[in-house]
């Protein structure tokens, strides 16, 4: 059940939230809530708008009716990067890692808006700053340590298998010190152990990091298990809302997807 | 061997940078004084070089941007830097047709301050036309754009005949210059490059050519990193422009062209992109391959048979070779691996291989 | 009112010129996405081909010219094969670099076979007339030349829209992967546009050097970069944009040295600020679609 915890506010709100494309509208008057500490799960059919839900979120699309809001700031037409600063931050359905850079460059790449570099006085060795690197590495190495990639630190972060790609991308994300993470089908690929583990270790870091999570996904069984809420859309309009449970039985979400993953338990 | 304990490497890598440094002092200082007028001012321009790949390397091999427009760079940094610190007496005469601009007549600036304000002013430019380039172009768009701008400078500076002596250009430098110069000012941007390496910063660049998205994603602003490292790469490329100047004791809107493009680019692609040490002995070989070869475009003798030299058989030798490269060494000929002191002493890995299959070895016999 | 017929004549012709070679650019770039650095090249290679016929061998010249055409298509087509086909699935820098390298070497092999200084082109003799309209000179070789590119490109444009190769070409223009999935021969399809785009720019080259009537190795320079231009302010992608483009860049560049004669100087940087004004306002150009990269 969805804690109607009153104590719990509201972290991302989206109201009447629309784009549209020249004539097609992606994204169609969508509200959504999102609760801080929530794993609230996105999902519909192919093409159904998800990413751009995110896209949305993220200014890369500027909205053309309604609006976003995080912690009650409204987003329109902000910069993408002053959106990570404010804490939000995103992965991509196809991983996006610094193929050249090692694992440990990834991470601290990700670490690089949080510690007020100036170019100048660094390169010149100045204002503290061999300090501020090797405090940036130290960080860089725990956090790799706490999701068990520190011994690939001095990898190249595409020599990994694909299921740490996916873990590394995620805990770049982290390393932006979020508030809200924004998954975007972070199993696609997997196979059911893969599955498994990434389902522990969104729990895991939602408990650790202290942050929200809004997931898009597509394997059932990870929504079901991790989600506290799940919005179904459809032709970009909202088709229903709900706890798992909820959604599951809902007859416009199972006409939607026609033939449901079979991943679904009845 | 077996490699230091661990307490020990840091001050063995101490050690070895010291006797470097050292070293590097003593060939200069030999380079100087002890060589052949000719194979100095090769030398010579194989630092000039360095300074000047090494720019393009910061804009291209770190970043990612496609800059076909560095000799622009180049140009601005020479002009700048000549005109500031030529005499009143020698602008005079050299703007003999239509007689300098008053402003620029009494200014005499010394020779380093004048180098320094030339990539100073080259690296202003960058800024200046960085931020609306950069911001929504990539690749061959970026490529052909920067390219029109560097043509735009040309054009410039071959009208602007008050202030640059149009096509004429302007003769005679003083040839004040000389090893010192040449390395101090490629040591200086080596090491610029190489803290850059290190520095989050850097790091920042090679992630934006790596996934801009990704790097934006992770909340930086690429525009302005971007132009950051635009203008970085084009300060150096004015140094470096100015000091090939004064290499050549003459500037004129026609030196700066395609030649010196492709050699810079020829030198970071087969250096290998971003990659520091590859750069400077690629400036060193290609350099001093450039001028080897000049022989082949002389008259030459070969068992008494007289053979024309052609005239640009080195530049076609050369485009074959970049094409070669290209097919087979998409990540330059050193890829990703940069010098560090402790791969001096430090055993390769592709000797672990032998060395264990001895190990191996003599263990079964056992 | 003469003055600027005059003007506007030269504009057209010239402008034909850049939209010939033009033409080639936008059809790689279209299909491959490669900005053909050594396209300009070619286009030089045309010019000195058919010098070496016309000039050296004496052969008359139409077939110098039909035979310059085809040799220099070969050689469009030998470029391809060698230079671009093996990147194909590389990183798009790398192709660039290896166009780069393919200008160079046609460049300066052209310089070491004919030597760097320009050479007289001998032009036949019907295209030595000159018209005197009122006041207006009109030399017969303008009019060759605009009817020349009216020709070739009614040409391409009945290959692309009524064969069965040109819709293969568009439909790989537009979706190089799904044409691929539907059974276009993607290799022979790229060779295809890479002989026309090269027999075009041999055309362009033996029309200016009939112009002059002049020929140096580093005429490329001059009208390559140029023509990209034209490509781009076009749209690049599409060749009715080429067409345009290169006329109106060729109209804009003889009306500014008419109209600012005191700047004549600066007439190389028009093109090069349309250039960069275009791709920064309208980068798809006139003509042009425009895509957005899907994140």
């Known amino acids: 059940m969805r804690p109607n915890n009153p104590d719990q506010n509201i972290i991302l709100e989206a109201r009447a939230l629309s784009v549209r494309f020249g004539g097609l509208t992606a994204v169609d008057n969508l509200d959504m809530a999102i609760k801080e500490h929530e794993i609230f799960g996105l999902i519909g059919p192919n093409g159904a708008g998800k990413t751009t839900v995110f896209n949305l979120i993220t200014q890369h699309y500027l909205p053309t009716n309604g609006d976003v809001f995080f912690m009650g700031e409204s987003l329109k037409g902000l910069r993408p990067d002053k959106i990570v600063k404010k804490g939000i931050c995103r992965t991509f359905q196809n991983i996006r890692l610094f193929h050249d850079l090692t694992v440990r460059d990834n991470i601290l790449t990700g670490m690089h808006i949080r510690n007020n570099v100036n170019w100048a006085l660094s390169i010149l060795g100045l204002g503290g700053y061999n300090r501020i690197e090797k405090e940036m590495l130290k960080k860089a190495d725990e956090l790799l340590e706490h999701v068990g990639l520190l011994k690939y630190a001095d990898e190249q972060a595409t020599s990994l298998p694909y299921g740490l790609q996916r873990r590394l991308e995620i805990v770049r994300a982290l390393a932006t010190e979020p508030k809200l993470l924004l998954l975007d089908e972070p199993a696609a690929g997997m196979n059911p152990q893969e599955v498994t583990e990434l389902t522990q270790f969104i729990r895991d870091i939602r408990a650790q990091f202290n942050i929200t999570i809004l997931l898009i996904e597509h394997h059932m069984n990870l929504v079901m298990k991790l989600c506290d809420q799940i919005i179904v859309i459809n032709y970009g309009k909202k088709l229903a809302e709900g706890t798992p449970e909820a959604v599951k039985t809902n007859e416009k979400v199972i006409e939607a997807y026609l033939g449901v993953d079979k991943d679904v338990k009845s | 061997m077996k490699a230091a304990s661990k307490q020990e490497k840091p001050k063995l890598d101490q050690v070895i940078r010291i006797v470097l440094v050292a070293l590097l002092i003593i060939f200069t200082f030999v380079c100087e004084n002890y060589i052949g007028e000719y194979p100095k001012r090769v030398i010579m321009l194989c630092a000039i070089y360095v300074i000047m790949a090494i720019g393009l390397n910061i804009i291209f091999g770190f970043t990612g941007m496609f800059s076909l427009g560095h000799y622009g760079f180049m140009m601005i940094g020479a002009y700048v830097a000549v005109i500031l610190s030529l005499p009143p007496e020698q602008k005079q005469a050299i703007y003999y047709v239509t007689g300098i601009e008053p402003w620029l007549a009494n200014i005499e600036v010394n020779y380093f301050l004048g180098i320094i304000i030339g990539g100073l002013v080259s690296a202003l430019v960058a800024v200046l036309i960085g931020f609306p380039i950069l911001k929504s172009l990539n690749d061959d768009y970026l490529g052909i754009a920067t390219l029109g701008f560097a043509e735009i400078v040309r054009v410039v500076i071959n009208n602007l005949i008050t202030i640059t002596n149009g096509p004429l250009g302007i003769k005679g430098l003083p040839a004040f210059i000389n090893i010192y110069w040449c390395f101090g000012f490629a040591a200086l941007t080596v090491l610029f490059a190489v803290r850059l390496n290190r520095v989050s910063t850097g790091r920042v660049f090679k992630s934006i050519r790596d996934n801009e998205i990704a790097a934006e994603a992770c909340g930086i602003h690429l525009v302005g990193y971007k132009v950051l490292s635009f203008a970085l790469g084009s300060f150096f490329a004015g140094i470096g422009g100015a000091l090939l100047g004064y290499w050549t004791a003459t500037i004129d809107p026609k030196m700066f062209s395609q030649v010196q493009n492709f050699m810079v680019l020829m030198i970071i692609v087969t250096g290998g992109r971003g990659n520091i040490t590859g750069t400077v002995i690629m400036s060193f070989v290609i350099t001093f391959g450039m001028e080897w070869l000049r022989f082949v475009e002389e008259p030459i003798k070969i068992f008494g048979m007289h053979f024309q030299g052609i005239p640009g058989t080195r530049m076609l030798v050369f485009s074959l070779l970049l094409l070669f490269i290209i097919l087979k060494f998409q990540k330059g000929v050193f890829g990703i691996k940069e010098f560090t002191v402790s791969s001096l002493y430090t055993r390769p890995k592709f000797l672990d291989r032998f060395i264990k299959a001895k190990e191996g070895k003599s263990d079964e016999t056992k | ?295």
Request: net charge positive.
């Open chain 3, 1 to 295: 009112m003469s003055l600027f017929l005059q003007n506007f004549i030269n504009g057209i012709s010239l402008g034909s010129m850049y939209a010939l070679i033009a033409i080639g650019y936008t059809m790689v770039y279209g299909i491959l996405r490669l900005i053909n650095f050594a396209h300009s090249n070619i286009f030089t290679v045309g010019a000195f081909i058919a010098f070496v016929f016309s000039a050296t061998l004496g052969i008359h010249w139409a077939f110098a010219y039909l035979l310059a055409i085809i040799i220099t298509a070969l050689v469009g087509r030998l470029t391809e094969m060698i230079a671009y086909r093996p990147l194909r699935d590389a990183p798009r820098i790398s192709v660039l670099i290896s166009a780069i390298a393919v200008s160079y070497i046609l460049e300066n092999l052209l310089v070491m076979i004919f030597g760097g200084r320009p050479k007289s082109f001998p032009r036949p003799a019907m295209f030595d007339f000159v018209l005197d309209i009122g006041s207006i000179r009109l030399p017969v070789i303008n009019i060759v030349i605009i009817l020349s590119t009216v020709f070739f490109l009614a040409v391409l444009l009945l290959i692309l829209y009524r064969t069965k190769s040109g819709r293969a070409m568009r439909a790989m223009s537009m979706d190089f992967d799904t044409a691929r999935l539907m059974g276009v021969n993607v290799d022979q399809i790229v060779a295809i546009t890479f002989v026309i785009g090269s027999s075009l720019a041999a055309v362009a080259g033996i029309l200016v050097a009939n112009k002059f009537p002049q020929i140096n190795p580093y005429m490329a320079a001059t009208y390559g970069n140029k023509a990209f231009v034209a490509a781009v302010v076009g749209g690049i992608g599409s060749v009715q944009g080429a067409a345009i483009g290169g006329v109106c860049l060729g109209l804009l560049e003889i009306l500014f040295v008419a109209l600012f004669p005191s700047l004549s100087g600066y007439r190389d940087a028009i093109a090069f600020l349309a250039l960069i004004v275009v791709l920064l306002y309208k980068p798809t150009g006139l003509m042009g679609a425009g895509g957005k990269v899907k994140v």
